[in-house]
Nanobody, 125 residues
Framework: HVQLVESGGGLVQSGRSLRLSCAAS????????MAWFRQAPGKEREGVAA????????YLADSVKGRFTISRDNAKNTLYLEMNSLGPEDTAMYYC???????????????????WGQGTQVTVS
């Protein structure tokens, strides 16, 4: 069982940056992925970025490429999402997720992830 706790959200002006953190407790395995999803009111949950733990491979949604970076501190078992050039379209609840890799085609699909955090709100004005 993996527990995930997000932090770092807040209110920020357009064009500014934020860094989200996701602290994981419990066992995360070599074949696990950890990811960031977001959900805006009235919209479906969207996969933003994923990190395949063993190889260290990262995946980014087209909507955030060039602006967001996903990384992980192995020693701290913590996942990060560095978000730059934020715009109102990035306003959402951001969730951290973890689960075993099943297919690279599904790394940004919620169905692949078994464990979820409670979320942290990001609001861009």
């Amino acid at each position: 069982h993996v527990q995930l706790v997000e932090s770092g959200g807040g209110l920020v002006q357009s064009g500014r940056s934020l860094r989200l953190s996701c602290a994981a407790s419990g066992k995360t395995y070599y074949n696990y992925c950890m990811a960031w999803f977001r959900q805006a009111p009235g919209k479906e949950r969207e996969g933003v970025a994923a990190f395949y733990l063993g190889p260290g491979t990262t995946y980014l949604a087209d909507s955030v490429k060039g602006r967001f970076t996903i990384s992980r501190d192995n020693a701290k078992n913590t996942l990060y999402l560095e978000m730059n050039s934020l715009g109102p379209e990035d306003t959402a609840m951001y969730y951290c997720a973890a689960g075993p890799m099943t297919s690279r085609a599904d790394v940004l699909s919620a169905q692949m992830y078994h464990f979820w955090g409670q979320g942290t709100q990001v609001t861009v004005s």
